[in-house]
């Protein structure tokens, strides 16, 4: 599909030099956006931040949702199980997914640096 939008130059500009990647681009801007929009965003913002803080590879390897966001999720995720999650929800449910893959990502690199 082609769309046609109206951007400030200097965006126009930087982004002509990944041309080829665009869609890449949009997607993950897309799903950062709606992350924020939501609100169970503030509750993994505490997770984005202590990795932003980057913590030394068993602190990391420690990590784990609080017991009140483990609630949220284990909630979201029974919702999601029986088709009944609000559209509301739904970007919840996705912002805890990206912060999950996240997780992974940095708990996989952790366990490298460890020797694990």
Known sequence: MQVTIDLPENLA???QSHKG???RIFE???REYEASLSLGYK???DILEFLAGLP???EILALRPSAEMQGKIDELLEKNRRGD???AEEQIWASYEY???LVRIAK???KKQLGR
Do not use: W
Request: charged share 20%.
């Open 85 to 87: 999650l609000s559209e």
């Open 99 to 101: 912060v999950e893959h």
């Open 21 to 23: 990647k665009l869609s």
């Open 108 to 110: 996989t690199k952790a």
């Open 43 to 45: 509750s993994v913002a």
């Open 56 to 58: 030394a590879p068993d």
């Open 28 to 30: 993950l801007g897309l």
């Open 13 to 15: 500009a930087n982004l």
